[in-house]
DNA sequence: GTCTACATGTAGGCTCTCTATATGTAGCCA
DNA sequence: TGGCTACATATAGAGAGCCTACATGTAGAC
């Protein structure tokens, strides 16, 4: 997968996978990897800023947490975050729909 | 839309848009606005130098031609060029199916 | 005692897209 | 004559985000 295709369409997939469960970054990766068949395979470098920088936008809120003696970040959606991911759905759909009819047109 | 979300795109628009007609920059600017239904407004900063990095690339030829006294560049697709633009669609394919697969999984 | 899995983080680089600007022709209209 | 719009190409510089590479540390298996 082409690195730039990813571009803008982190936060979304971020977003996403927080929807219904808080997860910390590690599992987030793993995650991506599962729902998206295998395809994904985020590196650590761009999942950890880009979870802050959802943080710091007001997307997403973050505890600490101890499991198994290790120290894990978790995220959480915020309602901000929530009304967030919901727009990007609606963009993703019209950006593949531009981005189809042009790679494909039906003459 | 997102300027972002382009990225790593360009290349295919671009290819697929020159696939049947040979089309000057100007020509090619509007096709993109065309066939995505006005979703796509491409600036010329954008395209230009992107068909010159095509054409370095193999995947594009050009040729200057007047026309009613103004000068265009006309590109037309390589055989090379053709080959790209189906490797792009099938990652395009590909591509579209991750990201909606974890934007909205079913259950 | 070494290796792997788990877990987080930063620095720096790379590349593409965008904004802004520059240049020039043709045609219309007042 | 002058000004405006559409047509047509091009470059410089900024901005942003994703990646590679590196750094650090715990837990458990063998």
Redesign the interface.
Known sequence: ?????????MD??LL??VEHEPLHGYAIIEA?HL???G??DVPTGTVYPALRRLERAGFLSSEWATVGGRKRRTYRLTDSGRAELAG??T??T????????????QT
Chains 1, 2 share one sequence.
């Open positions: 997968m082409n690195p730039d295709a990813l571009r803008g369409h979304a997939l996403s996978v991506l729902r998206s068949g395809a994904l990007e759905r963009a993703w019209s950006f593949t729909s531009a981005i189809g009819r042009v790679l494909n047109p």
